[in-house]
């Protein structure tokens, strides 16, 4: 296999990994401010976390939204082998997304009388956003241990995916989410709202740095070839920087904390996320439905993945430039004064 056969399911990887890992960066924070509404008790202070995330929460799913298309567009095999084997954690990730969502608009809205049940959709969001953060986590986990396949077609249950692996991995998402929105509001806040999240980032830290060392072990442990991938010579000297960077981010994490700084922090957290979201595909390259199937087993034609690279290359500097510009114009420290919902 040479030329174009072999090149665009690559560009194609490359497309799809970074669409998965912008969704990570922008949704991580938004699911981890309602995760955080498990510990943040003052209405005040909540309506400061939501007013931190209103003008560009919705956008930020666009990226799922693109990442599947990919998906079912580019590599069709990959899709109809990993939907029904994680059929049921992906339904219930979309529902707890959809129950969020309306709860983070009426949790406002039923605010004003006798009756208000803006506590019930304050429980919504949190639980809305734990769930959909642990279902992604399962996911992730489900993809890394393996799917059963013959002949190229899921062979499994509906239930292969939920092992404990699995659920250290939506375990290991919940805290990381958590730790993102905790650094985002240090960054975006100020007083004892900031105050409270510097406290919560410290033991986040400690446990996902914790889950990221579990998680690592254990995954070279599902699979022969995950091991040889992280050990072997010469892959030992390409892989070894993924290690030790992720100290690196830790230790100035910690001296960003303790420092007070206000961006660092929320960095060095996106750093954790990139420099983990990378062992994990250098861990499975080039399987997209490991341990069996390639991306050029499950990609589309090539005529066809050319046609979709065109509408892409048009596409993708316009969501790029729209998310850019959100982000520009809300930018700066929000307080109780700013009302954006």
Known sequence: MDGAAYWLPVIWGVILAAAIMIYIVLDG????????????????????????????????????????????????????????????????????????????????????????????????????????AFCQGAIVGGVIQGVSTTEGSFSGGPVDWLTPFSVLCGMSVVLGYALLGACWLIWRTEGALQQHCRV?????????????????????????????????????????????????????????????????????????????????????????????LTLWDVSSPPSSQAFELVGTAILLPVILAYTVYSYRVFRGKVTADDSYH
């Open 29 to 132: 924070f938004d699911l981890g401010i309602g995760i955080l509404f498990a510990f943040e008790r003052r209405r005040d202070s909540r309506d400061i976390m939501v007013n931190t995330i209103a003008p560009v929460w919705d956008g930020n799913e666009t990226w799922m939204v693109f990442g599947g298309a990919v998906l079912y567009g580019v590599f069709p095999g990959a899709y109809s082998t990993l939907l029904p084997a994680l059929y049921l954690p992906v339904v219930t990730m979309l529902l707890a997304l959809i129950f969020r969502g309306v709860a983070f608009e009426f949790r406002v809205l039923t605010r004003i009388g006798a009756g208000s049940r803006s506590a019930f959709w304050d429980f919504g969001f949190m639980a809305g956003s734990v769930i959909a």
């Open 200 to 292: 919560w980032a410290f033991p986040l830290a400690l446990a996902l740095l914790a889950c990221i060392v579990a998680v690592s072990i254990w995954t070279t442990q599902l699979h022969a070839p995950y091991l040889r991938r992280w050990i072997a010579w010469p892959n030992i000297l390409i892989v070894a920087p993924v290690p030790i960077l992720v100290g690196v981010l830790t230790a100035i994490f910690m001296w960003g904390l303790r420092n007070r700084h206000h961006i660092t922090p929320f960095l060095c957290t996106l750093g954790l996320f990139f420099l983990s979201f990378s062992g994990l595909g250098i861990t499975v390259w080039p399987h997209a439905v490991p341990p069996g």
